[in-house]
């Protein structure tokens, strides 16, 4: 009890409804409260925790990175074994053209890099992304947010930043030669998880090309896994120029990248040197963390499952409040009557030891977006859970 009230007085709170599980530990797709509680997590740290909570591949990676050495050298000067195996992974897993990473701590400072790097490339102003869409919440990434409300007592914003209509062809008639860079979600992760068409894709590829255009992917909650693919690029084919990495690229620890040619990236080294600067970005410990989330993720196999998972949900999710299921692979937008059913629903879910949670901008839909390691058997039980939660709401 005390927790909560010093919870509550002491760490600045951003809603006034926050879920205050107390948490004891968390193994898995299990999330323990200080009673003991057990909760089924399907929100994994909102498409963060890909491997679950305390994946012992992880843990073992941190400790063995802790027992070398922790930060020692602002980005960019030392050579440190995790950072450069990670980068190497990514150029691995992504197109041959995104060969070179910048890494950074989160994925609002990912967003920041690309927009930078476009503009430092060729030199405009405008930036285009989607109504809709969350970036992050610093101030190049609040800008281009595609929601005003969010934005209109932050201002001034930067200025030249404009937003579409996702999937909407009429809009891209806005893609002049004004415009630095677009930056597209594959999937929209504050909607109701809307994948992006491939021939919208095509086409602002097409025009991006024509007009020199540096065309971003916020692939900070589809990539690593989260989709049925590595890359949320990958359910298209469509590739960016420069793609953005997050939350579930660390296992659950915190790091950020943003990765282009190995051409584009130079642009940052000169004129000014030093176009970018961070202290902590690729962290040895995150970075080892991260490593191991990817050999884990592919040696086991485990996005092969995605797909099997999604429909084991969708196969045990019928129920006559559900009006919709949306979205692909594990992110998971459940429709239910309005904002009121939802809000009820989490609490309720909650309860009964099952973790779901909302999004920023579709107030109709419950997001579930579990560990990519959940197992057959909790599914069938969260689902269960569920269906009795709704019976109740
Ligand atoms: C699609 C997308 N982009 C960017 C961000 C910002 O990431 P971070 O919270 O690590 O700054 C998020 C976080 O929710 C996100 O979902």
Not at 79 to 84: G, T
Not at 262 to 268: C, E, F, G
Not at 365 to 390: A, G, H, Q, Y
């Amino acid at each position: 009890m005390s927790n909560k009230n010093d919870f509550l007085k002491y760490q600045a709170q951003i809603s006034k409804t926050p879920l205050l599980i107390n948490v004891k530990k968390a193994i898995g797709s299990y999330v323990y409260d200080d009673n003991n509680k057990r909760y089924i997590d399907l929100v994994a740290g909102v498409s963060s925790c890909t491997l679950g909570h305390s994946h012992p591949s992880i843990i073992k990676a941190v400790k063995e990175q802790l027992d070398l050495h922790t930060h020692v050298m602002v980005y960019g000067e030392f050579i440190q074994q995790k950072p450069l195996e990670l980068a190497i992974l990514l150029a691995k897993y992504l197109p041959v053209k995104l060969n070179c990473t910048y890494l950074v701590n989160s994925g609002t400072e990912a967003i920041e890099g690309a927009i930078k790097l476009a503009k430092r490339k060729n030199r405009r102003k405008t930036v285009i992304s989607c109504f809709n869409s969350y970036h992050g919440s610093t101030q190049g990434s609040l800008s281009a947010m595609g929601a005003n409300y969010m934005k209109k007592n932050y201002e001034p914003l930067i200025p030249h930043h404009r937003n579409i209509r996702y999937n909407n062809f009429q809009d891209l008639s806005v893609l002049d030669k004004d415009v630095s860079s677009v930056i597209i979600e594959p999937v929209q992760g504050g909607t109701n998880f809307e994948v992006a068409q491939k021939k919208w894709l095509k086409e602002i590829r097409k025009i991006c090309t024509k007009n020199s255009i540096e065309l971003i992917y916020d692939e900070i909650q589809t990539g690593i896994g989260r989709t049925g693919k590595m890359f949320g690029y990958e359910l298209s084919g469509v590739k960016p120029d420069i793609v953005c990495l997050a939350k579930g690229l660390g296992g659950g620890m915190p790091i950020g990248a943003f990765v282009s040619s190995k051409k584009n990236m130079s642009y940052l080294s000169v004129n000014p040197s030093l176009g970018h600067i961070t202290t902590f970005g690729g962290h040895p410990v995150c970075c080892a963390a991260a490593v191991a989330t990817i050999h884990t993720l592919t040696s086991n196999k485990i996005i092969e499952k995605v797909e099997s998972k999604r429909q084991l949900f969708l196969e045990h999710l019928s129920h006559p409040k559900i009006k919709k299921i949306h979205g692909i692979g594990l992110m998971i937008a459940i429709e239910l009557e309005n904002e009121k059913s939802c809000n009820k629903f989490v609490k309720k879910a909650l309860d009964k030891g099952v973790i779901t949670f909302y999004f920023l901008f579709n107030k109709n839909c419950i997001r579930i977006s579990p560990p990519l390691t959940i197992s057959f058997n909790d599914i069938i039980e969260s689902c269960s859970i569920i269906k009795n939660v709704l019976d109740d709401c």
